[in-house]
């Protein structure tokens, strides 16, 4: 009995406590709705200067979830604004006469090249109102600097540090770790560059890997050159100079090689910024995040519209997450947008790696059923590869940016063969029954046969010929033009366009522009597709994923990661049209 009062008294605590925490969670999701609120019905004042800070990962969309990255802790919700927000804000204004002038506060910037291009691009854009645009920062990185450096005067904080030491990746080779514990992972591909598993099956870079990475490095390498000594004034060999050799040690050191203008205090740069918005006491800042609100796109009242279809992150069959490209999701807002007699014309805007083959097969079907009704324009973000070039082919016209990583047009299959762990490790014999010689194709308690072997392989190979044929007959080019330029190669957007992979090169809004005129219209109301999710839903849903994880690391420790890379791998099995693991250039 005493034992039972014990169970009960702990159930009764675990409820209120529970319930407690819950209440917590809703008096800080309603804060943060009054406070977004609020965000909205501020007034932009005269002599305002409109505030941008890139210290996060950009979004492609921002999220109409109010809960958006809700902390339990803090009690706020920070729903980052998306790129399309920021450009379109950037370009509002420009002609907004309330607004004096752009302060830009950059440091670290986690984002790509791909999508800061397209910021920088609507800076300098910016610029030709003639209104000011200034950029301080304490620690700048590289990422942050190639936006700041179109700023008319960029200052730098004199202990802070601006680094610029040029671009390096990184890729970790798990087969010793997987030998370790037990795991084998098999590999069949066709194309020699496709290397999206090759860390899984061998212990260093192979020369192919090595080369298409140096490739489309160094392409984007000598493009972060070029605009930075456009924008400061230098040659390009005069900047790669400062960059190789890593001239730039300190804060002196950055205004001695002209790579910032002065060393300044934040105060000192306020005093500025009043003096250049006209004002004598408060400077009248207003963040991006507040400006974007207020921003309206297109004429609202135009009969014709132009939709943005977002196929964004991972590509997986079914709905998928908002950062992922789910193929019934994204295959519907397509269809969408073709039955809609009042959208004239139909931008597929692509920022994935890539993923499965069905499921890109599927939407790619939709994009070619679209192309025969009204212009299919691509947009390519930062990331365009495999299955995400995969879903482009069909389109009247495809726009990448210069930095956009492409192509990699290839097929691989992976298979687990965890014998080892399964007998030796964990002490489990696997006993089956099975009719069919390749029933068990696949099973994780053995290695593959050479017959199945084969059998994927062909697999493999028959997928991969659909793929460059899907793109030789898109892009109007031949069978063999497209083999030698495909066999999984990343090109960066430079070298896709100049080989044939891609039309133009610009961004989201240069894609718009094309669209318009291929659908023979003045104006028109922008849509973007598809809907975003229940908020509610989502909300509690990422609640329960964080929880998830934030016991696991607590379990795991700094092993976590391993788990991760784990995980990772079980969801690649089966045909994959993908990128690297993560292809993060730093």
Same mark, same amino acid.
């Given at each position: 009995?005493?034992?039972?009062?014990?169970?009960?008294?702990?159930?009764?605590?675990?409820?209120?406590?529970?319930?407690? #925490?819950?209440?917590?969670?809703?008096?800080?999701?309603?804060?943060?709705?009054?406070?977004?609120?609020?965000?909205?019905?501020?007034?932009?004042?005269?002599?305002?200067?409109?505030?941008?800070?890139? *210290?996060?990962?950009?979004?492609?969309?921002?999220?109409?979830?109010?809960? &958006?990255?809700?902390?339990?802790?803090?009690?706020?919700?920070?729903?980052?604004?998306?790129?399309? =927000?920021?450009?379109?804000?950037?370009?509002?204004?420009? %002609? =907004?006469?309330?607004?004096?002038?752009?302060?830009?506060?950059?440091?670290? *910037?986690?984002?790509? @090249?791909?999508?800061?291009?397209?910021?920088?691009?609507?800076?300098?854009?910016?610029?030709?109102?003639?209104?000011?645009?200034?950029?301080? &920062?304490?620690?700048?990185?590289?990422?942050?600097?190639?936006?700041?450096?179109?700023?008319?005067?960029?200052?730098?904080?004199?202990?802070?540090?601006?680094? #610029?030491?040029?671009?390096? !990746?990184?890729? $970790? !080779?798990?087969?010793?770790?997987?030998?370790?514990?037990?795991?084998?992972?098999?590999?069949?591909?066709?194309?020699?560059?496709?290397?999206?598993?090759?860390?899984?099956?061998?212990?260093?870079?192979?020369?192919?890997?090595?080369?298409?990475?140096?490739?489309?490095?160094?392409?984007?390498?000598?493009?972060?050159?070029?605009?930075?000594?456009?924008?400061?004034?230098?040659?390009?060999?005069?900047?790669?100079?400062?960059?190789?050799?890593?001239?730039?040690?300190?804060?002196?050191?950055?205004?001695?090689?002209?790579?910032?203008?002065?060393?300044? $205090?934040?105060?000192?740069?306020?005093?500025?910024?009043?003096?250049?918005?006209?004002?004598?006491?408060?400077?009248?800042?207003?963040?991006?995040?507040?400006?974007?609100?207020?921003?309206?796109?297109?004429?609202?009242?135009?009969?014709?519209?132009?939709? #943005?279809?977002?196929?964004?992150?991972?590509? #997986?069959?079914?709905?998928?997450?908002?950062?992922?490209?789910?193929?019934?999701?994204?295959?519907?807002?397509?269809?969408?947008?073709?039955?809609?007699?009042?959208?004239?014309?139909?931008?597929?805007?692509?920022?994935?790696?890539?993923? *499965?083959?069905?499921?890109?097969?599927?939407?790619?079907?939709?994009?070619?059923?679209?192309?025969?009704?009204?212009?299919?324009?691509?947009?390519?973000?930062?990331?365009?590869?495999?299955?995400? !070039? $995969?879903?482009?082919?069909?389109?009247?016209?495809?726009?990448?940016?210069?930095?956009?990583?492409?192509?990699?047009?290839?097929?691989?299959?992976?298979?687990?063969?965890?014998?080892?762990?399964?007998?030796?490790?964990?002490?489990?014999?696997?006993?089956?029954?099975?009719?069919?010689?390749?029933?068990?194709?696949?099973?994780?308690?053995?290695?593959?046969?050479?017959?199945?072997?084969?059998?994927?392989?062909?697999?493999?190979?028959?997928? @991969?010929?659909?793929?460059?044929?899907?793109?030789?007959?898109?892009?109007?080019?031949?069978?063999?033009?497209?083999?030698?330029?495909?066999?999984?190669?990343?090109?960066?957007?430079?070298?896709?366009?100049?080989?044939?992979?891609?039309?133009?090169?610009?961004?989201?809004?240069?894609?718009?522009?094309?669209?318009?005129?291929?659908?023979?219209?003045?104006?028109?109301?922008?849509?973007?597709?598809?809907?975003?999710?229940?908020?509610?839903?989502?909300?509690?849903? *990422?609640?329960?994923?964080?929880?998830?994880?934030?016991?696991?690391?607590?379990?795991?420790? %700094?092993?976590?990661?391993?788990?991760?890379?784990?995980?990772?791998?079980?969801?690649?099995? &089966?045909?994959?049209?993908?990128?690297?693991?993560?292809?993060?250039?730093?």
């Amino acid at each position: 009995m005493k034992q039972f009062f014990k169970m009960l008294l702990a159930s009764v605590l675990g409820v209120i406590i529970s319930s407690f #925490i819950l209440i917590l969670i809703l008096v800080g999701i309603a804060a943060s709705i009054a406070s977004s609120a609020k965000d909205d019905e501020a007034d932009i004042s005269e002599n305002s200067i409109l505030q941008l800070n890139l *210290s996060y990962d950009i979004p492609e969309r921002t999220s109409d979830n109010p809960f &958006g990255n809700f902390d339990p802790i803090s009690m706020e919700s920070k729903n980052p604004i998306g790129l399309h =927000d920021i450009v379109k804000s950037i370009k509002y204004a420009s %002609t =907004d006469d309330r607004i004096k002038g752009i302060y830009m506060k950059v440091d670290f *910037s986690p984002a790509s @090249y791909g999508t800061l291009e397209e910021i920088r691009d609507a800076l300098i854009e910016f610029k030709k109102s003639k209104k000011f645009i200034i950029a301080y &920062g304490e620690m700048m990185e590289e990422h942050a600097y190639y936006v700041a450096s179109v700023a008319d005067k960029i200052y730098l904080n004199p202990s802070g540090e601006l680094l #610029i030491d040029g671009f390096s !990746y990184n890729e $970790y !080779y798990l087969k010793g770790m997987l030998d370790k514990v037990g795991v084998q992972a098999q590999l069949i591909r066709h194309g020699k560059y496709k290397a999206a598993g090759e860390p899984f099956v061998a212990e260093k870079m192979s020369n192919e890997n090595r080369q298409q990475i140096e490739s489309f490095m160094g392409s984007m390498f000598t493009h972060f050159i070029a605009k930075i000594a456009e924008a400061r004034k230098k040659s390009a060999d005069e900047v790669r100079n400062i960059a190789e050799k890593l001239l730039v040690q300190g804060p002196a050191d950055a205004k001695k090689y002209g790579m910032i203008d002065e060393l300044k $205090y934040e105060d000192e740069v306020d005093e500025l910024l009043k003096k250049k918005s006209g004002v004598d006491k408060k400077i009248k800042l207003v963040s991006i995040d507040a400006y974007h609100k207020k921003v309206k796109e297109g004429k609202l009242t135009a009969k014709e519209k132009i939709a #943005i279809v977002y196929a964004n992150g991972e590509i #997986i069959s079914g709905e998928g997450s908002d950062d992922e490209a789910g193929s019934a999701k994204i295959a519907a807002a397509i269809k969408e947008a073709r039955t809609d007699s009042s959208i004239k014309a139909l931008v597929l805007r692509v920022n994935s790696p890539g993923g *499965s083959v069905i499921a890109s097969e599927v939407m790619w079907r939709e994009v070619q059923l679209t192309r025969n009704v009204k212009p299919v324009i691509v947009s390519f973000g930062a990331v365009a590869a495999s299955g995400g !070039y $995969y879903i482009a082919t069909p389109a009247n016209v495809i726009v990448a940016e210069p930095n956009t990583i492409t192509g990699s047009i290839g097929v691989f299959g992976m298979l687990l063969n965890a014998e080892k762990l399964i007998k030796d490790k964990l002490g489990i014999n696997v006993e089956k029954v099975k009719f069919g010689e390749f029933a068990d194709l696949g099973s994780p308690d053995r290695p593959l046969t050479e017959a199945e072997k084969a059998i994927v392989q062909k697999m493999v190979d028959h997928t @991969y010929v659909d793929f460059v044929n899907k793109v030789a007959k898109g892009r109007n080019l031949r069978y063999e033009q497209v083999d030698s330029i495909a066999e999984g190669r990343v090109w960066s957007g430079v070298d896709a366009k100049r080989i044939g992979l891609v039309d133009e090169l610009g961004g989201l809004d240069k894609a718009l522009a094309i669209a318009k005129q291929k659908a023979g219209i003045d104006e028109y109301r922008l849509i973007q597709l598809p809907e975003q999710k229940d908020p509610i839903e989502t909300f509690f849903k *990422s609640l329960s994923g964080e929880v998830s994880a934030y016991w696991l690391k607590q379990q795991l420790g %700094t092993e976590y990661i391993y788990y991760k890379q784990l995980q990772q791998l079980k969801n690649k099995q &089966g045909l994959q049209a993908r990128l690297l693991m993560e292809l993060e250039i730093k």
